[in-house]
């Protein structure tokens, strides 16, 4: 992930197929079912808002940022220093991409 | 004609109508004995839901040294032989397997469960946490007893299913329980089991009566014995995650199980309840009960 920063080029990720996961507000978290495998999994704050925003269509962490923006507080939840420092955002939303790419909840887009 | 060697007993407990065979009488008769208030269906005119089977550990030990093994629709490679003078342990132990492992119309919690006001209260937490003897002393004190051991929550309604078997009190728990309780209602002492001593107590007999009205979870407990008397909330996703790891089918149900677990985390409160003896457990207990929003 770090590497693609300093590039500048970031990578690009899709939400998966609206019937392919259940997803359920519990508190700060979400349980997700995945259709394809059967298997939950549970995430935190930031990431069901990350998923949510790729729902509006694929995007880079840069966007996804754009589109958290207008309704949700990146720093206030996680990283204090990611309210004043965009790098530190794009590197939260990064990891948090690439996780969730890794668990199947989202899919990334090959270059 | 078919001549049958086995001894065979059929019981129906809650929703599930179990089948018992042993090559021994004694086991069969002492089950038929401790579940005398329960419906046993003639084995001819019923097909049974789950099967369990005592089998000798080999041919020759079932006239030598007896010892019994247990088996039926499904087994696990621990399942040990035990000495037949502990085949009605054996036998509770094959319905706990059974269930646990074969069961799919209802999601199952490792939890005990007792009705107030038509709604239910479920106690989960390791074993030794005291939830199976709180159940049972609840039962004695107004309120029903829906199970000690198995939770079943109906995947389409959400209310929890009366699962009433015989409680398995073991060692201290088994003082606290009799001097509470008649001493008709429990079973024979079985000492020197893997568990230590056992013995089994039979519900009321109202809670028999009703034992197929369901009501739905109002509290979800996470007793605790042995610490000074606290109770904390549990979040839903802490809730999830724990109830998750107390199924025995959650993986084995799929999305029935997500969508039953994550509509019960989301709408049964949970709390941790730390107490130091049973009747601060009770009391807490009470005071829970009558704090919750109506």
């Not at chain 2, 049958?4 to 086991?27: D, I, K, N």
Request: net charge negative.
């Amino acid at each position: 992930v770090a590497a693609n920063f300093t590039d500048g080029v970031l990578p690009r990720y899709r939400a998966l197929p609206q019937d392919a996961v259940l997803s359920v507000p519990l508190g700060m978290f979400s349980a997700c079912y995945l259709r394809r495998t059967g298997q939950t999994h549970l995430i935190v704050q930031p990431a069901p808002q990350i998923v949510e925003a790729l729902g509006a269509g694929p995007a880079d962490a840069a966007l996804v940022i754009e589109r958290l923006s207008s309704d949700y507080d990146l720093a206030s939840n996680e990283d204090p220093a990611a309210a004043s420092d965009p790098g530190a955002a794009l590197a939260l939303v990064g990891e948090a991409l690439d996780e969730l790419s890794a668990l199947g909840l989202v899919t990334r887009l090959d270059d | 004609m078919a001549v049958s060697m086995a001894h065979v007993l059929t019981l129906t407990v809650g929703p599930a109508t179990f089948r018992l065979h042993s090559p021994w009488r004694e086991p069969v008769r002492q089950m038929r004995a401790l579940y005398q208030t329960y419906p046993q269906p003639d084995p001819a005119n019923v097909v049974a839901d789950l099967t369990v089977r005592l089998d000798p550990a080999t041919p020759l030990r079932r006239w030598l040294r007896p010892s019994v093994r247990i088996a039926g629709d499904y087994t696990l490679p621990e399942a040990q032989p035990m000495a037949l003078a502990h085949g009605l342990l054996a036998a509770e132990m094959g319905m706990n397997l059974q269930m646990a492992l074969g069961w799919r119309r209802h999601l199952i919690l490792h939890a005990s469960c007792v009705e107030k006001d038509g709604r239910a209260l479920v106690m989960t937490g390791e074993s030794g946490s005291g939830k199976s003897t709180l159940s049972a002393l609840l039962g004695e004190r107004g309120w029903r007893f829906l199970g000690d051991e198995f939770a079943l929550v109906d995947p389409v309604t959400g209310a929890m299913l009366p699962f009433p078997r015989a409680v398995s009190l073991k060692n201290s728990a088994i003082k606290v329980a009799m001097d509470h309780i008649p001493a008709d209602r429990f079973g024979p002492e079985l000492a020197g089991t893997p568990k230590g001593t056992i013995r089994h107590l039979i519900p009321r007999a109202d809670a028999i009566a009703a034992m197929d009205r369901p009501a739905m979870p109002a509290l979800l407990l996470f007793p605790r014995y042995g610490h000074a008397k606290e109770a904390r909330p549990v979040d839903p996703a802490e809730v999830f995650m724990r109830l998750t790891q107390a199924s025995t089918n959650y993986v084995a149900l799929g999305e029935a199980g997500f969508v039953a677990l994550t509509r019960f985390a989301q709408t049964v409160p949970g709390v941790a309840l730390d107490y130091p003896d049973t009747q601060a457990a009770l009391d807490g207990v009470d005071e829970l009960w009558r704090t919750l929003p109506s």
